[in-house]
Nanobody, 117 residues
């Protein structure tokens, strides 16, 4: 299994980014998936999750209304549209299965998101 995240970068506060995740060795349509992030000195946290079929999503309170998770099961890809970014969103972002519903796969390298004030 390999999960590869991309799309991170440096953005000013209030800006937007779209993260992508592509998987190999795992079929997204059979798995509830999620985006996680880890800020320096902090534990990794789940920020958004999506059901296997894509019809149900949920978000951490800190990102609700600003982030949108989606996935394209036909392409085996997942996305995180982030808007109204603030400095507290600075972290390395990872994709994986939803740990509340299944077994985590090996972590990818993540993609760095840095929000400047």
């Amino acid at each position: 299994v390999q999960l590869v995240e991309s799309g991170g970068g440096l953005v000013q506060a209030g800006g937007s980014l779209r993260l992508s995740c592509v998987g190999s060795g795992i079929t997204f349509r059979f798995n509830a998936m999620a985006w996680y992030r880890q800020a320096p000195g902090k534990q990794r946290e789940l920020v958004a999750a999506i059901s296997s079929g894509g019809g149900v999503t949920n978000y951490a309170d800190s990102v609700k209304g600003r982030f949108t998770i989606s996935k394209d099961n036909a392409k085996n890809m997942m996305y995180l549209q982030m808007s109204s970014l603030n400095v507290e969103d600075t972290a390395v972002y990872y994709c994986n299965t939803d740990q509340r519903l299944g077994v985590l796969r090996p972590w990818g390298q993540g993609t760095q998101v840095t929000v400047s004030s």
